[in-house]
Protein backbone atom coordinates (compact mmCIF):
# COMPACT_ATOMS: atom_id res chain seq x y z
CA UNK A 1 0.00 0.00 0.00
CA UNK A 2 2.78 2.47 0.85
CA UNK A 3 4.61 1.34 -2.30
CA UNK A 4 1.46 2.43 -4.37
CA UNK A 5 1.19 5.72 -2.23
CA UNK A 6 4.66 6.52 -3.03
CA UNK A 7 4.33 6.04 -7.20
CA UNK A 8 1.15 7.78 -7.29
CA UNK A 9 3.11 10.61 -5.67
CA UNK A 10 5.85 10.32 -7.64
CA UNK A 11 3.00 10.43 -10.96
CA UNK A 12 1.32 13.52 -9.73
CA UNK A 13 4.53 15.42 -9.08
CA UNK A 14 5.70 14.36 -12.83
CA UNK A 15 2.90 15.94 -14.52
CA UNK A 16 3.50 19.36 -12.86
CA UNK A 17 7.11 19.26 -13.24
CA UNK A 18 7.10 17.80 -16.88
CA UNK A 19 6.37 21.64 -17.90
CA UNK A 20 8.38 23.42 -15.50
CA UNK A 21 11.98 21.09 -14.57
CA UNK A 22 12.09 18.53 -16.58
CA UNK A 23 15.37 17.37 -15.07
CA UNK A 24 13.38 17.05 -11.81
CA UNK A 25 10.52 15.07 -13.84
CA UNK A 26 13.06 12.48 -15.40
CA UNK A 27 14.50 11.94 -11.86
CA UNK A 28 11.29 11.32 -10.27
CA UNK A 29 9.96 8.98 -13.37
CA UNK A 30 13.31 7.02 -12.92
CA UNK A 31 12.62 6.44 -9.06
CA UNK A 32 8.78 5.26 -10.20
CA UNK A 33 10.48 3.11 -12.55
CA UNK A 34 12.44 1.46 -9.38
CA UNK A 35 9.54 0.99 -7.86
CA UNK A 36 7.61 -0.91 -10.42
CA UNK A 37 9.56 -1.98 -12.85
CA UNK A 38 6.71 -4.35 -14.30
CA UNK A 39 4.63 -1.31 -14.86
CA UNK A 40 4.46 0.16 -17.90
CA UNK A 41 3.11 3.44 -17.20
CA UNK A 42 6.90 5.17 -16.09
CA UNK A 43 8.45 3.93 -18.98
CA UNK A 44 5.70 5.33 -21.18
CA UNK A 45 6.07 8.39 -19.43
CA UNK A 46 9.80 8.78 -19.91
CA UNK A 47 9.25 7.94 -23.74
CA UNK A 48 6.77 10.81 -23.29
CA UNK A 49 9.32 13.38 -21.74
CA UNK A 50 12.50 12.36 -23.74
CA UNK A 51 9.87 12.98 -27.10
CA UNK A 52 8.73 16.27 -25.89
CA UNK A 53 12.72 17.43 -25.57
CA UNK A 54 12.99 16.73 -29.15
CA UNK A 55 10.55 19.22 -30.94
CA UNK A 56 12.83 22.32 -29.31
CA UNK A 57 16.46 20.87 -30.87
CA UNK A 58 16.93 20.58 -34.37
CA UNK A 59 18.34 18.09 -36.69
CA UNK A 60 21.87 16.97 -34.83
CA UNK A 61 23.42 14.72 -32.49
CA UNK A 62 21.54 15.67 -29.56
CA UNK A 63 18.21 15.41 -31.14
CA UNK A 64 18.92 11.58 -32.68
CA UNK A 65 20.30 11.08 -28.76
CA UNK A 66 17.09 12.03 -27.23
CA UNK A 67 14.55 9.90 -30.03
CA UNK A 68 17.24 6.93 -29.31
CA UNK A 69 16.11 7.51 -25.68
CA UNK A 70 12.56 7.65 -26.19
CA UNK A 71 12.29 5.09 -28.34
CA UNK A 72 13.83 2.64 -26.10
CA UNK A 73 11.29 3.82 -22.95
CA UNK A 74 8.57 3.30 -25.55
CA UNK A 75 10.03 0.19 -26.26
CA UNK A 76 10.38 -1.03 -22.78
CA UNK A 77 6.31 0.50 -22.05
CA UNK A 78 5.05 -1.67 -25.13
CA UNK A 79 6.28 -5.01 -23.89
CA UNK A 80 4.62 -4.76 -21.12
CA UNK A 81 1.54 -3.57 -21.91
CA UNK A 82 -1.93 -5.27 -22.96
CA UNK A 83 -3.25 -5.03 -26.50
CA UNK A 84 -4.88 -2.46 -25.82
CA UNK A 85 -2.48 -0.05 -24.39
CA UNK A 86 -0.15 -1.29 -26.81
CA UNK A 87 -1.93 -0.19 -29.83
CA UNK A 88 -1.76 3.31 -28.16
CA UNK A 89 1.92 3.73 -28.11
CA UNK A 90 1.88 2.55 -32.07
CA UNK A 91 1.86 6.50 -32.65
CA UNK A 92 4.86 7.66 -30.14
CA UNK A 93 6.87 4.88 -31.73
CA UNK A 94 6.69 4.92 -35.11
CA UNK A 95 7.00 8.57 -34.78
CA UNK A 96 10.11 8.56 -32.57
CA UNK A 97 11.58 5.71 -34.49
CA UNK A 98 12.14 7.24 -37.14
CA UNK A 99 13.98 10.17 -35.74
CA UNK A 100 15.98 8.25 -34.07
CA UNK A 101 17.00 6.91 -37.22
CA UNK A 102 15.53 2.93 -37.71
CA UNK A 103 13.58 3.48 -40.28
CA UNK A 104 12.41 -0.03 -40.56
CA UNK A 105 11.06 -0.07 -37.10
CA UNK A 106 9.42 3.04 -38.10
CA UNK A 107 7.57 1.44 -41.18
CA UNK A 108 6.95 -1.72 -39.05
CA UNK A 109 5.03 0.30 -36.70
CA UNK A 110 3.30 2.39 -38.97
CA UNK A 111 2.02 -0.64 -40.72
CA UNK A 112 0.68 -1.74 -37.53
CA UNK A 113 -1.13 1.53 -36.99
CA UNK A 114 -3.14 0.91 -40.98
CA UNK A 115 -3.49 -2.65 -39.87
CA UNK A 116 -5.24 -1.77 -36.70
CA UNK A 117 -7.26 0.97 -38.10
CA UNK A 118 -9.62 -1.53 -39.95
CA UNK A 119 -11.03 -2.49 -36.73
CA UNK A 120 -12.34 1.20 -35.67
CA UNK A 121 -10.43 1.34 -32.58
CA UNK A 122 -8.66 5.12 -32.98
CA UNK A 123 -8.88 4.74 -36.70
CA UNK A 124 -8.96 8.40 -37.84
CA UNK A 125 -5.19 8.51 -35.65
CA UNK A 126 -4.37 5.90 -36.86
CA UNK A 127 -5.13 6.23 -40.78
CA UNK A 128 -3.22 9.80 -40.22
CA UNK A 129 -0.22 9.13 -38.65
CA UNK A 130 0.32 5.94 -40.25
CA UNK A 131 0.35 7.10 -43.56
CA UNK A 132 2.06 9.89 -42.52
CA UNK A 133 5.34 8.10 -41.05
CA UNK A 134 5.34 5.37 -44.19
CA UNK A 135 5.69 8.50 -46.85
CA UNK A 136 8.16 10.05 -44.26
CA UNK A 137 10.09 6.65 -45.30
CA UNK A 138 9.25 6.61 -48.66
CA UNK A 139 10.55 9.95 -48.84
CA UNK A 140 14.06 9.33 -46.98
CA UNK A 141 14.66 5.92 -49.19
CA UNK A 142 13.78 8.54 -52.19
CA UNK A 143 10.66 7.87 -53.81
CA UNK A 144 8.74 11.30 -53.96
CA UNK A 145 5.77 10.42 -55.61
CA UNK A 146 4.75 7.74 -53.21
CA UNK A 147 5.36 9.80 -50.05
CA UNK A 148 3.33 12.61 -52.23
CA UNK A 149 0.63 9.19 -51.99
CA UNK A 150 1.08 8.81 -48.31
CA UNK A 151 0.45 12.47 -47.57
CA UNK A 152 -2.42 13.12 -50.06
CA UNK A 153 -4.31 9.61 -47.95
CA UNK A 154 -3.44 10.34 -44.57
CA UNK A 155 -5.30 13.81 -45.71
CA UNK A 156 -8.40 11.65 -46.03
CA UNK A 157 -8.72 10.58 -42.33
CA UNK A 158 -12.43 10.76 -41.22
CA UNK A 159 -10.74 12.52 -38.29
CA UNK A 160 -10.38 12.69 -34.60
CA UNK A 161 -11.11 14.82 -31.65
CA UNK A 162 -7.46 14.81 -31.31
CA UNK A 163 -7.57 15.98 -34.96
CA UNK A 164 -10.06 18.69 -34.94
CA UNK A 165 -8.76 20.23 -32.31
CA UNK A 166 -4.59 20.40 -32.29
CA UNK A 167 -5.40 19.89 -36.03
CA UNK A 168 -2.98 17.32 -38.69
CA UNK A 169 0.76 16.89 -38.33
CA UNK A 170 2.55 18.54 -40.91
CA UNK A 171 6.44 17.01 -40.72
CA UNK A 172 6.18 15.25 -44.22
CA UNK A 173 4.09 18.25 -45.91
CA UNK A 174 7.63 20.72 -44.35
CA UNK A 175 9.79 17.50 -45.71
CA UNK A 176 7.87 17.28 -49.36
CA UNK A 177 8.06 21.65 -49.69
CA UNK A 178 11.82 21.65 -49.19
CA UNK A 179 12.13 18.99 -51.88
CA UNK A 180 9.87 21.23 -54.51
CA UNK A 181 6.67 19.72 -54.18
CA UNK A 182 4.00 22.54 -53.03
CA UNK A 183 1.15 21.36 -55.55
CA UNK A 184 0.51 18.07 -53.20
CA UNK A 185 1.28 19.75 -49.90
CA UNK A 186 -1.78 22.83 -51.05
CA UNK A 187 -3.88 19.31 -51.75
CA UNK A 188 -2.79 18.61 -48.73
CA UNK A 189 -4.35 21.29 -46.92
CA UNK A 190 -7.77 21.46 -48.85
CA UNK A 191 -8.32 17.61 -47.44
CA UNK A 192 -7.34 18.94 -43.71
CA UNK A 193 -10.38 21.43 -44.08
CA UNK A 194 -12.66 18.75 -44.06
CA UNK A 195 -11.60 17.67 -40.36
CA UNK A 196 -9.78 20.38 -38.51
CA UNK A 197 -12.70 22.11 -37.04
CA UNK A 198 -10.58 24.68 -35.28
CA UNK A 199 -7.45 25.59 -37.71
CA UNK A 200 -8.79 29.50 -36.81
CA UNK A 201 -7.69 29.91 -40.54
CA UNK A 202 -4.36 28.56 -40.04
CA UNK A 203 -4.25 26.31 -43.22
CA UNK A 204 -5.47 29.26 -45.90
CA UNK A 205 -2.25 31.20 -43.97
CA UNK A 206 -0.14 28.52 -44.41
CA UNK A 207 -1.69 27.98 -48.15
CA UNK A 208 -0.97 31.74 -48.99
CA UNK A 209 2.84 31.06 -47.76
CA UNK A 210 3.43 28.40 -50.18
CA UNK A 211 1.41 29.79 -53.40
CA UNK A 212 4.22 32.52 -52.76
CA UNK A 213 7.09 29.85 -52.34
CA UNK A 214 7.65 30.14 -48.93
CA UNK A 215 7.93 27.07 -45.99
CA UNK A 216 5.49 28.01 -42.83
CA UNK A 217 6.56 28.15 -39.95
CA UNK A 218 4.13 24.55 -38.62
CA UNK A 219 4.81 25.17 -34.91
CA UNK A 220 3.29 22.89 -32.89
CA UNK A 221 1.97 20.30 -35.75
CA UNK A 222 5.32 19.69 -36.36
CA UNK A 223 5.09 17.30 -32.93
CA UNK A 224 1.05 16.58 -32.96
Same mark, same amino acid.
Given at each position: ????????? @? &??? %?????? %?????? #???? $????? /?????? #????????? =????? *????????????? *?? +???????? =??? +????????? !?? +? /????? @?? &?????????????????????????? $?? %? %???? *????? &?? @????? #????????????????????? @?????????? /????????????????????? #?? +???? !????????????????????? =?
Amino acid at each position: MICLKVQRF @F &AML %HVYFIL %HDRDLS #ETLL $HRGKR /LAPNDP #EWSSALGQL =YSLGI *ISLSVGPERKDLA *IK +SFGEFQSA =YRL +SGPMEQEFL !LQ +S /LAKVA @FE &AGDIDAAATYAKEMLQVAESGRNRGN $HL %H %HGNL *ILGRV &AL @FNGDV #EEAKSYLLRAGQTPGSPQLKS @FGPNMGLAKA /LLEVGQKNVVLEYFELCEEFW #EM +SRGR !LNQWADLVKGDRVPEFGGNLA =Y
